[in-house]
């Protein structure tokens, strides 16, 4: 029995002695990976956090910089996340903009509204009204008033988007500070309305002189002085259509011209115009022909921009039908709509080529053949005319063929609405 | 045409020429013109002889025609005085200012001829004006 046993712990041992070697190895090889395993831990950590580092200086820099373009630029941003409210945020910017203090919790929409200016708070509501009901881009403008009491003009734009799950909706959006610029457009309005005023002043001394000359009552003149006579007065009208055409498209893209809307009879207006145009006409042995349909009603517009659209069609006509040519004016009541005045204007003058058809309504914009004929004309005519009829929710087109004349066709309601102020305001 | 040698006209004007050529066409129609150059003449002429018919330009020196047109409403006489205002101011705010508590007829002066203001004149001696 001593001696199995002493054979079995002398095997037992030798086993010990075979199987210590493998293990110490396999200890050792376990030890390396581990150590490896820590080391490559412990290396990505480093750069993990490296990484994060430099994110976070980037994000820092980033933030900083659109922190200082938003200063520079005074416009400022804003979050509002129906989703969920924290995630809402202004910009510091935002916060000097409507003259507040950066606070922890985010001002909500109902601050837009208090800070409104009160002429335009109706607007301002239902403008924000449909940005937080309605996906998609907004644009608009108001005044503030600031807790100093200071109006600032304010442009807010932005995207509405709706969550394609909760349907609940992410407004983004900017803010910018347009004072300066809404200074400058009413300088530059003031200007131009002074310059207009001034201008117009001689001229009309001038035209009205030339008129008392040429008038019955006065003193006989020449035959000769008659012709220059009539010339001043011809060159004093056409400047003063050429400073009001200058006035409109400035008013235009300022976006300050307004209706004054009248009650006032079509055919005596358009009667007064051919008086205007006659000599004109008459010097070039050009025949006019206006007709009128029976017992049209009196136009509700603006006297004055509707007065602007017949003559320069009228004068354009006179100005590019060669001698001994025919203009006729037809004033009536549209066929298809009753509500409109439709007045068509037939020359048999120089045409308009067809590859030039397409830019006529174009700013500053003059045929080839028109400038050969005429060549002083300022091409502002019919955008003038143009953008004058659309504001009245009214349309103009035309037929032309080069060598033979034109027609153009107007259509304007019988009772024009104002609706510039509401349209900037929605804009 | 209107018996025009009874009526008489104030032409309240700064400007020479322009008050030179209403004048003429006014006194060939026969009417009898009185001139003013500034608002506060104009004023004064106007209490004084009561014309007619006032023609008055909105810029004036001295005094300006609207508020030479406010100072003659009150006036007796003057709150129911004839006038048309003439202008070339542009901006149809100062118009409808001038209009505001008032109806007037008026005349944009570059838009018109002499023959309009003959006509305005006119205008306002027919019997129901």
Same mark, same amino acid.
């Given at each position: 029995m001593e001696q199995v046993l002493q054979v079995v712990a002398q095997s037992y041992q030798q086993v010990q002695t075979i199987a210590a070697f493998p293990l110490l190895i396999a200890g050792v090889f376990v030890l390396i990976v581990v150590a490896l395993g820590v080391y490559v831990a412990i290396v990505a950590r480093v750069r993990a956090d490296a990484r994060v580092a430099h994110l976070v200086k980037a994000y820092d820099t980033v933030t900083k910089e659109l922190r200082e373009a938003q200063k520079i630029g005074h416009f400022g941003s804003f979050v509002f996340d129906f989703r969920d409210l924290e995630l809402s945020s202004w910009s510091e910017e935002m916060y000097r903009l409507y003259g507040l203090m950066p606070r922890e919790k985010t001002p909500d929409i109902h601050t837009f509204l208090r800070l409104a200016h009160p002429q335009d708070e109706s607007v301002v509501r239902e403008m924000w009204t449909h940005v937080c009901t309605t996906p998609g881009p907004f644009a608009f403008s108001y005044r503030i008033v600031l807790p100093t009491k200071q109006v600032r003009y304010v442009h807010v734009e932005g995207n509405t988007l709706m969550d394609v799950e909760t349907k609940q909706l992410r407004i983004e959006g900017v803010v910018h500070d347009i004072t300066k610029e809404m200074e400058i457009d009413r300088a530059k309005s003031e200007f131009v309305s002074l310059a207009s005023h001034?201008?117009?002043?001689?001229?009309?001394?001038?035209?009205?002189?030339?008129?008392?000359?040429?008038?019955?009552? $006065?003193?006989?003149?020449?035959?000769?002085? #008659?012709? &220059?006579? $009539?010339?001043?007065?011809?060159?004093?009208?056409?400047?003063? #259509?050429?400073?009001?055409?200058?006035?409109?498209? $400035?008013?235009?893209?300022?976006?300050?011209?307004?209706?004054?809307? /009248? #009650?006032?009879?079509?055919?005596?207006?358009?009667?007064?115009?051919?008086?205007?145009?006659?000599?004109?006409?008459?010097?070039?042995?050009?025949?006019?022909?206006?007709?009128?349909? /029976?017992?049209?009603?009196?136009?509700?517009?603006?006297?004055?921009?509707?007065?602007?659209?017949?003559?320069?069609?009228?004068?354009?006509?006179?100005? &590019?039908?060669?001698?001994?040519?025919?203009?006729?004016?037809?004033? $009536?009541?549209?066929?298809?709509?009753? #509500?409109?005045?439709?007045?068509r204007v037939t020359d048999s003058g120089i045409g308009i080529p067809k590859e030039e058809r397409k830019h006529i309504f174009e700013k500053l914009y003059r045929a080839p053949n028109a400038q050969t004929l005429v060549p002083d004309g300022t091409g502002l005519g019919l955008y003038v005319v143009k953008t004058v009829i659309e504001r009245a929710h009214g349309g103009i087109s035309f037929e032309s063929e080069e060598g033979k004349g034109t027609t153009f066709y107007v259509s304007v309601p019988f009772v024009w609405h104002d609706t510039a102020g509401v349209e900037k305001a929605h804009s | 045409m209107t018996d025009t040698k009874k009526h008489t006209v104030l032409v309240v004007e700064d400007e020479m020429a322009t008050a030179l050529a209403m004048g003429s066409a006014l006194e060939q129609e026969g009417y009898e013109v009185l001139r003013a150059a500034d608002g506060e003449e104009g004023l004064r002429v106007a209490l004084e002889k009561h014309p007619e018919v006032l023609l008055v330009d909105l810029k004036l020196p001295k005094m300006s025609g609207m508020d030479m047109i406010h100072a003659l409403r009150e006036d007796a006489w003057g709150k129911t005085a004839r006038v048309v205002i003439l202008t070339n101011v542009s901006d149809m705010g100062s118009l409808q200012a001038a209009m505001m508590n008032d109806t007037f007829y008026y005349l944009i002066k570059s838009d018109s001829s002499v023959a309009d203001v003959i006509r305005a004149v006119a205008t306002q001696l027919a019997p129901s004006a």
């Open positions: 001034q201008l117009k002043t001689p001229i009309t001394s001038i035209k009205w002189l030339s008129e008392v000359l040429l008038r019955k009552g $006065s003193e006989p003149v020449t035959q000769v002085q #008659e012709k &220059y006579i $009539s010339n001043i007065h011809d060159s004093s009208q056409h400047m003063i #259509e050429m400073i009001n055409d200058l006035l409109n498209v $400035s008013r235009i893209e300022l976006g300050t011209l307004s209706m004054k809307i /009248d #009650e006032f009879d079509v055919k005596e207006l358009i009667e007064n115009i051919r008086e205007e145009q006659w000599h004109a006409a008459e010097e070039k042995h050009l025949t006019l022909n206006i007709t009128y349909d /029976d017992g049209l009603p009196h136009l509700v517009a603006d006297r004055n921009l509707f007065r602007m659209v017949i003559q320069n069609l009228i004068s354009n006509a006179i100005r &590019y039908t060669p001698a001994n040519g025919t203009i006729e004016c037809a004033v $009536s009541r549209a066929q298809t709509d009753k #509500e409109f005045l439709f007045v | -």
